[in-house]
């Protein structure tokens, strides 16, 4: 079906007669010039985070299901709200959509943002659909509340470094997904070149035993879980960020903004085996993966050493280090525990190149 | 200078400088993972709203100057914040940059902000930056406060039905943009056609004594004034929204929400001399175009019959019709007042055509 069908308005109401408000704090949603929210002061004071994702920049539609990216284009902005140990609350979506997309597509990508909304408790509260000349464009905000939120610039020397989950498989997904779009391309190239000859190539792409790769590029969780572990066992961390760009690069923020340095070892970095077996089969170093990777939306936060057997207590958090005196520097000490390579942000910067 | 001379964390510390915090209640601006809002329970409810503006779409740079395109993309969010009679307090800011733009082009870009957020009294909290395989894409959400939010579905029949400053001219201004580019086209093509023969034509758009049209496509205001002064006087309107896709389209909106019909009498409608004459000169009919335009940024309110006085007190405004029953529909009574008009919302819908 046609968007020009609904035109603006209808379109707006159709998509979005599937979210009714959930929270108390949510007090108007879609449909007027301004959504209304109210939280009150027990709960802590608002935090506000906003995402935009351009279709060729940060989403390639020939692997992402336009419901996975739905559900991801939620769940990076919750992920920014819980790791100010906040509760994200509402979104607003603007789409900017292009001519080749149907009503259906969209339907898609709204039941992916539904299923996101209802797994975090989240309301769906405004928004702007437009036309777009050229691909899809989502821009997203969060808002939330966090009773005492947790900055990047708390950190001290020697507070302990964790990270929860494990690092690097979302980037590994994401060479995956390209090895096997170029595997196909090529195939399918072929038999053009060759005239058409034989039955057009049904690609079968091999991705078997590395679902859990997948998962982690098109469809990652946002660590509410942990957020809430860490309050259950009482344990405000000193700094905390979520790490998006790679570790590296989020060390970097923690350590610039908190003037200390750190020290990270490669042995205690958290990798899955399937990172692991992955990177060996591309050939790329896995530390590497780990460090700069990106997009594994896992909570790096940093508690005082006096809170070591409390943090010890929390499953799913692996220590990997401790900040120092800023004059240090960043580094991680390697594996042979022999030398220092010094901490740079070589995560993704659309910018360059 | 390159843009990738920065990178995109310099980039935003660059163009954020010059923006410190200016209310109390923005706690935490760019730079963390969030903003962080307090706002206090007396200062009333918390008010969201976004608009997506996109290149080709929503403005063209060949006659929009990037710092008035920076000015009124805070502005049309803040008319948006008033149309709840609120008060605007924060913006985040998300860009998709292409290529062919410069760390200048930005400055530009963020001067118009800063001179809006100035003038506004609101902050630039956070936001995103990223390289976009095309044109310019703004993203601006604009959280602000609300004593009491007015909404549009509170009108009764009989309510007055108010409109403040005038329509039309913004519309008239973009028609007077479209048609000297299209001049300059002709006079540079035939140049062109003819061997580039003589000097390079030295266009001069013909805009004497039509500033005020210009100046409602390129620089609009939000009506900040009127909701200080409906406050002043101690009017709460019934239903409000503010006049973006036309007066025609708003009209709809209010009667659909407030389950309402309305009349409006054509001669009532406020238009300006130069909005009436431009659109002599242009053969269009100005009823049309102030039903239509759009991008007025006016606000379209209705108080109730009893306030008939009150409101006349307040200068800017004209009383443009009232609320009907619901089955009456909404309609205009033309000039001649022999005849009604049915509303159609022919404003803007990118989806079509």
């Known amino acids: ?32 010039d301004c959504a209304v929210i109210e939280n009150t002061p027990e709960e802590g ?25 739905g559900y991801k284009a939620c769940v990076v902005n919750f992920s920014d709200v819980y790791a100010m140990m906040g509760t994200p609350r509402q979104i607003t979506v603007s789409l900017g959509i292009s001519k080749r997309f149907k009503v259906e597509d969209l339907e898609e990508f709204y039941a992916g943002m539904k299923l996101a909304c209802d797994i975090y408790g989240v309301d769906l509260v405004g928004g702007d659909t437009s036309a777009s000349m050229t691909g899809l464009t989502i821009s997203i905000t969060c808002i939330g509340v966090a ?15 964790c990270v929860s989950g494990d690092l690097g498989a979302a980037y590994m997904g994401l ?21 058409k ?13 590395k679902e859990y790769l997948l998962e982690r590029q098109l469809k990652p969780e946002a660590r509410k879980d942990i957020v809430q572990k860490l309050k259950e066992v009482g344990i405000t961390p000193t700094s905390m960020m979520d790490v998006s760009d790679g570790l590296s690069s989020e060390l970097l923020h923690i350590c610039k903004q ?5 020290r990270v070892y490669e042995e205690r ?15 790329l170093n896995v530390t590497t993966c780990a460090m700069n990777g990106g997009e594994d939306y896992e909570l790096l936060f940093t508690v005082p050493l006096a809170q070591n057997e409390l943090i010890q207590q929390v499953s799913g958090i692996r220590l990997i280090g401790h900040m120092t005196d800023e004059r240090l520097g960043a580094a991680m000490i390697t594996r042979d525990g022999n030398s220092e390579i010094s901490l740079k942000a070589q995560g993704w910067n659309a910018f360059k190149n």
């Open 1 to 32: 079906m046609e968007i020009s069908e609904y035109g603006e308005f209808g379109l707006i109401e159709h998509l979005t007669a599937n979210f009714p408000l959930k929270n108390k704090s949510s007090l108007y949603g879609v449909g007027d």
């Open 269 to 283: 970095l958290p990798i899955d085996f399937q990172t692991a077996s992955q990177a060996e089969e591309f050939n």
């Open 197 to 209: 000859k034989g039955e057009q190539p049904q690609f079968q792409p091999k991705f078997e035993g």
């Open 147 to 161: 009773e005492s939120p947790v900055y990047r610039n708390g950190a001290k020397p020697n507070d302990l470094i």
């Open 258 to 262: 908190s003037k200390c340095g750190c």
């Open 45 to 69: 004071k608002t935090v506000v985070t906003t995402d935009l994702l351009l279709e060729g920049i940060h989403f390639d539609l020939t692997y992402c299901p336009l419901r996975h990216l």
């Open 175 to 195: 060479q995956l997904l390209e090895r096997e779009k170029a595997m196909f391309y090529q195939e399918y190239n072929e038999w053009m070149r060759e005239g």
